[in-house]
């Protein structure tokens, strides 16, 4: 549920303009602690077909890999993933479990980084992606997106109690081009109460036994879109990186 705009990869100088763009990225999960403290970093790769730790980091997007694309690589683990939550409504879990650092399914390894879309010369226009790639164990990625499909189809809107208070959020399932991977489930989460301000588009797709997703936003906050080629040269990179061992 929000996380603060603060945790998420908003370090560096490249990083300040950013944070003024950044209202509601991670909505499906709630912030860890402030350093990275190391526990939630993953062990050896020993699962046959996993991709490993650098090949892994190896095959994250970079800002030279497509046109329009700048790429900032998260520089902790908790930039990218939330504490383990429980969502009030059971058909939701997965959808809350997607950007948990503990969930159902656990990944082998996983990097992320925030993608800033600049084909529109509109500042006002930019997509931002927080995005995270990760490796698991032979099936569990299936397992993972035929979960999150069902949970998508199934789950209109969740709470979550966080120190207390109960946060509400709406699930509607949405469309985007096919192709994306192996398998793709895309959906918008956000706080009712927030309006178009509070509303992520997420993305997820599969390549074998790896995912590519994306947690996506307008600078200006109207309805925020992927660019297929995102992705699709993300998925690139994780078959290409799997073949390598």
Excluded at 41 to 63: E, R
Excluded at 166 to 192: H, K, M, N, S
Aim: glycine share 10%; charged share 20%.
């Amino acid at each position: 549920m929000p996380i603060r705009a603060d945790h998420r990869l908003l370090t560096g100088r490249r990083a300040v303009a950013a944070a003024a763009l950044l209202p509601a990225l991670a909505l499906a999960t709630g912030c860890g602690g402030g350093g990275d403290s190391g526990k939630d970093k993953p062990g050896p790769v020993k699962a046959s077909g996993a991709v490993s730790i650098a090949k892994l980091t190896s095959a994250l997007l970079t800002s030279s890999d497509l046109p329009h694309v700048q790429v900032l690589p998260a520089g902790s683990k908790q930039q990218l993933l939330g504490e383990a939550q429980k969502a009030d409504t059971a058909a939701c879990q997965p959808v809350l479990d997607q950007w948990s650092s503990q969930p159902k399914h656990p990944r082998q390894t996983y990097t992320g980084a925030m993608v800033t879309d600049t084909t529109d010369k509109d500042k006002g226009a930019k997509e931002i992606s927080l995005t995270v790639i990760a490796s698991y164990k032979p099936g569990d990625a299936t397992a993972v997106l035929t979960e999150l499909a069902a949970s998508v189809a199934a789950c209109h809107g969740f709470g979550v109690v966080r120190g207390g208070v109960t946060t509400y959020f709406e699930v509607r399932p949405a469309t985007t081009a096919p192709g994306l991977g192996d398998q793709q489930v895309t959906y918008t989460i956000g706080d009712p109460a927030k309006g178009a301000a509070g509303q992520v588009l997420v993305t997820v797709a599969r390549a074998g036994d790896a995912t590519a997703a994306y947690e996506t936003v307008r600078a200006d906050h109207k309805p925020a879109t992927l660019r297929r080629t995102i992705p699709v040269k993300q998925v690139d990179k994780l078959r290409a990186a799997a073949k390598g061992g």
